[in-house]
């Protein structure tokens, strides 16, 4: 299958539209690509409409679809119509706006619906962050710094507290406030050794609060992780974010080697 009408595959299957919409969408491949084009195969245990389905879950997040039309928050009726624009895309069709005059105003209106997505969704995180972090007021063995972070030992470590200058070997898992897991080293099964000072904010100062061998617990608000810009496509704008960390090495980062200049006997003589 051609990129293009995988593409249209994938917007089908996203859409959730109802099922006249995927048939008119299917009906209009089938005309192009041969009547065999909407039949339903067994494939192992999986039929073909649900292999083209986690396919198409897979197309959307790699190529950045997903993100794209998450970005202007559309009903499945909007992503019916863009279903039908890529499809006639797939099949060679001419660009519905044939003067061309729609493209600006088209422009114009995406980026405003956009920016008032985004807007409410850093309302809706900086809302979910305050009532989270007044809930941890008066919390037993919660500790409020400054800077807005909080942190609570989970297990007290018997080895070396790291500066913000070395580098930690560490297991953890990171949630948003919802619970929802967007980072894990013990998913992987592979722990992360990073320069402290190379990681957000809340981290650098956090895991400097645990020694090696201990657990601790960081609630890190949005303006000491990703900010208003958030991660996409994991972690909103605003999003404060939770993390378990086990800190398993400490290692001082290798000093700088020095550069010395050559003596006047090693400079090369140039004719």
């Known amino acids: 299958m051609k990129k293009s009408t995988l593409m249209v595959a994938c917007f089908v ?6 099922l006249s919409s995927a048939q008119e969408l299917s009906s209009a491949q089938e005309s192009s690509e041969g009547a065999s084009a909407g039949k339903t ?5 999986y039929t073909t409409a649900q292999i083209f389905e986690v396919w198409g879950w897979f197309v959307a997040h790699q190529t950045g ?3 794209t039309l998450g970005s202007v928050d559309l009903t499945e009726e909007e992503m019916v119509f863009v279903g039908k624009g ?8 001419g660009n519905p706006d044939a003067t061309g005059k729609m493209a600006t105003v088209a422009q114009t209106y995406l980026i ?3 920016n008032r997505v985004i807007a409410a969704m850093i309302e809706k995180g900086r809302e979910e962050e305050a009532r989270f972090f007044t ?3 008066g919390t037993p063995d919660v500790i409020k710094l400054s800077s807005g972070l909080a942190y609570e030992i989970l297990m007290e470590g018997s080895g070396t507290f790291p500066k913000a200058t070395d580098i930690v070997k560490v297991h953890y898992e990171g949630r948003l406030l919802n619970g929802q897991i967007f980072d894990s080293s013990f998913q992987t099964g592979k722990p992360l050794e990073i320069p402290l000072n190379e990681v957000i904010s809340g981290w650098t100062e956090g895991v400097q609060k645990v020694s090696v061998g201990g657990k601790i617990r960081l609630c890190v608000p949005a303006a000491l992780g990703y900010g208003d810009d958030g991660s996409p496509p994991n972690i909103p704008p605003a999003s404060a974010l939770i ?3 086990d800190l398993l090495e400490v290692t001082e980062p290798m000093p700088p080697v020095e550069e010395t200049a050559p003596s006047v006997e090693e400079v090369p003589v140039i004719p």
């Open 65 to 67: 679809v997903a993100q």
């Open 112 to 114: 405003e619906r956009s």
């Open 41 to 45: 195969e067994e494939v192992s245990e």
């Open 86 to 93: 890529m499809l006639a895309a797939a099949k060679g069709a």
């Open 135 to 137: 809930g941890l007021i």
């Open 243 to 245: 993390f378990e960390a």
């Open 13 to 18: 299957w996203l859409t959730g539209s109802t």
